[in-house]
């Protein structure tokens, strides 16, 4: 079935970043797999090309669009082709909305322009080595300093994609001791220079999957923050990650989609040239059931997908929304990807196939951005259950 979710110009935009995918990417992505990591250079071409700036404000040298599916093109492309942008996604997918909220006009003025060219890219971190998802018992603090001209900030974070390149990381930290009726009080957001003091990127994460992705642990000691890098109100900071992550589990869902989207053209691909007892292995019955049953799951997960965009667009998209499409658009991919690797046999085992590497990157899915239980504790928790 056609696509309606996106129009003329969404398509045009399509081609080009296929084009750039093709000439900029897919050349060199063995060599970032290998190292483990995109090249920091990268992020400046993405810069040229345009990416940073599609819905950064105009006056601010962006496009000013206000959609996330232009966002939703580039994962979908970029899985297509079998290759990552590094970790550079959070910058766009994950800090700008909280940029472009919480941000005042000298703080958009200050990081702006940088941000939309590449030479200010942007991470979070929230995630602690002993809290996981328990983000209201975080230990990281931020200590206002007597003169009330900086914060103190102490404290480490982990999982934190992004984290090796980034020059900025919105760090949330504890600024005041919880209430003992509200334990996500006393939280506050800082853009934290990685330039600072006391500031380190103690390793990069060696992970399963998603390897050109940089994954850092960090640690703050003394680090001081100027109050002038407060993005919103002090204590307020888990309010505003609330807000923020009904767009992230959505981004998950599309990135899981277009997973399993190219899991059925590779695979497609590969059992048509795949001979096995004289036989292209897409001649025997088997593999035209599970190729079908794949493509009409992926079916299913696009529709829901595109119905999540549209009222992301529309600012309809609600928590529980955001969880379904993430909770059913990564147990679609799981299956996918686990069938489709199936059906290569033992060189689905080799990394030097693209369903290799898609099995191990899709397995994330499902756990960070919120974990299929807790996409289900949110699904039952709008049901009144």
Known sequence: MRRTVYDADHE????TVRAFIESEVVPVHEQWFEAGIAPREFYYKLGEFGVWGIEVPEEYGGAGVESFKFQAILMEEAHRAGVSFGGSGVHTGLCLPYLKKLATPEQKARWFPGFVTGELMFAIAMTEPDIGSDLAGMRTTAKLSEDGTHYVLNGSKTFITGGVHADRVIVCARTAAARPDDRRFGISLLAV???SDGYRVNRKLDK?????SDTAELSFTEVRVPVGDLLGEQDMGFSYL??????????????????AKAAIRFTTEYVRERTVFGTPVAGFQNTKFELAACSAEVDAAEAVVDRALDAHDAGELTAADAASAKLFCSEVASRVIDRCLQLHGGYGFINEYPITRLYADNRVNRIYGGTSEVMKMIIAKEMGL
Do not use: C
Not at 12 to 15: D, E, G, S
Not at 242 to 249: A, D, V
């Open 193 to 195: 220079d990685a330039a």
């Open 208 to 212: 399963l999957g998603l390897k050109t």
């Open 242 to 259: 609330g807000q923020n992550l009904p767009q992230e589990r959505l981004s998950i869902a599309v990135g899981a989609y277009a997973q």
């Open 12 to 15: 045009t935009f399509r081609k």
